[in-house]
Nanobody, 123 residues
């Protein structure tokens, strides 16, 4: 059974940093693309970043470029999201999402979701 478990969320002040983790099991982690997707209160899901299986090419939504870094440790079967210079608008539940191939470009290509971890950016 495929499983994704996020951790690392919490309350942080504006300008602060957090590192999210997503521990994966039940599939060959290195092969598949994985994404971070967030949902702010009262808003739609927003694609934050994704990283390919194999070559680990990554992409980011414009609003987090230069502040967030996605990475993966294929030996530990873990995905990370380093978040720096956090802003109140980054407040959301952050989910990791596994793609069904080495590249993940659309929500329809997601075949497994984690339950999410809450990030709150506030004074």
């Amino acid at each position: 059974e495929m499983q994704l478990v996020e951790s690392g969320g919490g309350l942080v002040q504006p300008g602060g940093s957090l590192r999210l983790s997503c521990a994966a099991s039940g599939f060959t982690f290195s092969t598949y693309a994985i994404a971070w997707v967030r949902q702010a209160p009262g808003k739609w899901l927003e694609w934050v970043s994704d990283i390919n299986g194999g070559d680990s090419t990554s992409r980011y939504v414009d609003s987090v470029k230069g502040r967030f870094t996605i990475s993966r440790d294929n030996h530990k079967n873990t995905l990370y999201l380093q978040m720096n210079s956090l802003k109140p608008e980054d407040t959301a539940v952050y989910y990791c999402a596994k793609g069904d191939s080495t590249v993940l470009r659309r929500r329809n290509d997601v075949d497994s979701w984690g339950k999410g971890t809450l990030v709150t950016v506030s004074l």
